[in-house]
């Protein structure tokens, strides 16, 4: 275990989830790097989260967690290929079976009405089993190359799609988790609100109770009238409370209480 994860285990359970507001489940999971019960997606965010709450390095456990994801979608892929493969070979041979057959009965067929009513039995049994052999030794394999260079066919056509599956799965493993479209500000009652998109420098305000969602893929600056507010982000919420105005900042996906002064410095030197 990591000093890191360590460092983590010694604030505890309890105190990380009254923080970071992350079920207890899931502390304990990531405290023990056990990745069951939780998507790949949904773990290397608590690990973000938890890596911006305390300062830590949580690299080596991201690692491990990615490496379990890719290891286990690479399982069912195999699976699924064993049955793929089964199916598509029993198709293959009942097709080989059927067209066998037909073709026999057909060329006996014609082989003995075109025989004429005049020939005898013995004749008619010779000519029965000289066909058969023909058959055997001329249609049949023929019938049993192509059909094995169907197969083969197939077969490799369906090795090359999984394996493209395969590496797309390996390198989504390592991609970065989907980004959100909104984050929430959720007034503890009627609350002065006031933001403003830092890009297009364009102010808004507001006087509500009800939640508002701002935009996660623009930056923002965040300022709150006295009381309390909780901001959700990737799920989870955090709660604010002061007698004071509060000062926020939305930069990069991350947000940051900040003061007065760094306020007015990505406001062009405004306080509002």
């Given at each position: 275990?990591?000093?890191?994860?360590?460092?983590?285990?010694?604030?505890?359970?309890?105190?990380?989830?009254?923080?970071?507001?992350?079920?207890?489940v899931y502390v304990h999971s990531i405290l023990n790097e056990s990745f069951e019960g939780m998507t790949k997606v949904q773990?290397?965010?608590?690990?973000?989260?938890?890596?911006?709450?305390?300062?830590?390095?949580?690299?080596?456990?991201?690692?491990?967690?990615?490496?379990?994801?890719?290891?286990?979608?690479?399982?069912?892929?195999?699976?699924?290929?064993?049955?793929?493969?089964?199916?598509?070979?029993?198709?293959?041979?009942?097709?080989?079976?059927?067209?066998?057959?037909?073709?026999?009965?057909?060329?006996?067929?014609?082989?003995?009405?075109?025989?004429?009513?005049?020939?005898?039995?013995?004749?008619?049994?010779?000519?029965?089993?000289?066909?058969?052999?023909?058959?055997?030794?001329?249609?049949?394999?023929?019938?049993?190359?192509?059909?094995?260079?169907?197969?083969?066919?197939?077969?490799?056509?369906?090795?090359?799609?999984?394996?493209?599956?395969?590496?797309?799965?390996?390198?989504?493993?390592?991609?970065?988790?989907?980004?959100?479209?909104?984050?929430?500000?959720?007034?503890?009652?009627?609350?002065?609100?006031?933001?403003?998109?830092?890009?297009?420098?364009?102010?808004?305000?507001?006087?509500?109770?009800?939640?508002?969602?701002?935009?996660?893929?623009?930056?923002?600056?965040?300022?709150?009238?006295?009381?309390?507010?909780?901001?959700?982000?990737?799920?989870?919420?955090?709660?604010?409370?002061?007698?004071?105005?509060?000062?926020?900042?939305?930069?990069?996906?991350?947000?940051?209480?900040?003061?007065?002064?760094?306020?007015?410095?990505?406001?062009?030197?405004?306080?509002?």
């Open positions: 275990m990591s000093e890191e994860l360590q460092k983590l285990k010694e604030i505890g359970t309890q105190k990380i989830h009254e923080q970071t507001h992350i079920a207890l773990y290397v965010g608590f690990l973000s989260i938890l890596e911006r709450e305390y300062k830590v390095d949580l690299s080596s456990s991201k690692a491990k967690c990615l490496a379990y994801f890719t290891q286990h979608s690479s399982s069912k892929n195999n699976v699924n290929r064993f049955f793929l493969s089964t199916k598509k070979k029993k198709t293959f041979t009942s097709l080989n079976v059927a067209i066998a057959v037909i073709i026999l009965i057909t060329v006996i067929y014609y082989s003995i009405t075109s025989s004429g009513p005049t020939s005898n039995e013995l004749q008619t049994q010779q000519l029965d089993n000289t066909t058969i052999e023909n058959v055997q030794k001329n249609i049949l394999p023929v019938i049993e190359q192509e059909s094995n260079e169907s197969n083969e066919s197939n077969q490799s056509a369906l090795d090359s799609n999984l394996s493209s599956h395969v590496e797309e799965a390996a390198k989504s493993s390592v991609a970065e988790p989907q980004k959100m479209k909104f984050f929430k500000i959720i007034p503890e009652g009627v609350l002065w609100l006031g933001y403003i998109d830092i890009q297009e420098n364009k102010k808004y305000t507001k006087t509500t109770k009800e939640t508002l969602e701002l935009s996660a893929t623009k930056e923002w600056l965040i300022i709150s009238g006295p009381g309390e507010i909780s901001i959700e982000i990737e799920g989870v919420a955090k709660k604010y409370s002061a007698k004071q105005n509060m000062r926020f900042k939305y930069v990069g996906g991350v947000l940051e209480k900040i003061r007065l002064e760094e306020f007015k410095k990505l406001n062009r030197g405004r306080a509002w």
